[in-house]
């Protein structure tokens, strides 16, 4: 139909954490929601999933961006901007990109992570 009904899963190391609301019939969702989760000390990576909702089927999974721990280290102050989606199914083409803020706060004790969705494109 020339759209999608878009949503994010954010999985902490392959657990599934938090899931924004369906933005529905758009290529363009805006979500503005913003999560506070307690990190575990050892955690690894942070992935962002760009689902497709559908009802009269499995939900199909347009995209993903993967946040390591290391490239978390690199941004001490967070990372903020645009970043290209990459493809799940390697026989499947991706295009579009997402708008998402990503800090670490507290002390090496007791780290947050605080993850704003923001948008897609």
Do not use: N
């Amino acid at each position: 139909t020339g759209s999608s009904d878009p949503y994010c899963i954010v999985k902490i190391d392959d657990e599934a954490i938090i899931r924004t609301a369906t933005v529905w019939k758009t290529l363009s969702p805006f979500w503005g929601e913003e999560y506070e989760v307690q990190l575990q000390p050892g955690f690894h990576s942070i992935s962002i999933y760009v689902m497709d909702e559908d009802a009269l089927s499995r939900d199909d999974i347009i995209g993903k961006v993967c946040i390591t721990r290391d490239m978390l280290a690199e941004h001490p102050k967070g990372y903020s901007g645009w970043m290209s989606l990459s493809e799940v199914d390697p026989d499947e083409e991706v295009q579009g990109e997402i708008h998402l803020r990503v800090e670490v706060l507290g002390s090496p004790g007791s780290r947050r992570l605080r993850c704003s969705v923001l948008e897609a494109r």
